[in-house]
């Protein structure tokens, strides 16, 4: 069975930085796909940034340039520095595994607040 643990979310004034992690464990992973998606009150859930086991990423257009998405496939555990934080980047932020041979599977979700 997946897991997925993430770490990182809380409260943080506009301009400043937060990181999100999230590691998988529960298995033997060479190929997948893991990222964060994020949705804010009233909103459907969206993507944040994704990156594979062999490093191709994809960002949403709202945060390229200020969120630089990273993996380690030793520890199957994503890395998400966001810089320069708006007040439209709130959301909870949710990771995301997909695994070949093993589906999809979502962590609990981080909240992040970008606020004064």
């Known amino acids: 069975q997946v897991q997925l643990v993430e770490s990182g979310g809380g409260l943080v004034q506009p301009g400043g930085s937060l990181r999100l992690s999230c590691g998988a464990s529960?298995?033997?992973?060479?190929?997948?796909?893991m990222g964060w998606y994020r949705q804010a009150p009233g909103k459907q859930r969206e993507l944040v940034a994704t990156i594979n086991n062999i490093g191709s990423t994809n960002y949403a257009d709202s945060v390229k340039g200020r969120f630089t998405i990273s993996r380690d496939n030793a520890k199957i555990t994503v890395y998400l520095p966001m810089n320069s934080l708006k007040p439209e980047d709130t959301a909870v932020y949710y990771c995301?595994?997909?695994?070949?041979?093993?589906?999809?599977?979502w962590g609990p979700g981080t909240q992040v607040t970008v606020s004064s």
């Open positions: 529960g298995g033997i992973f060479r190929r997948y796909v």
């Open positions: 995301n595994f997909h695994g070949l041979g093993s589906g999809e599977h």
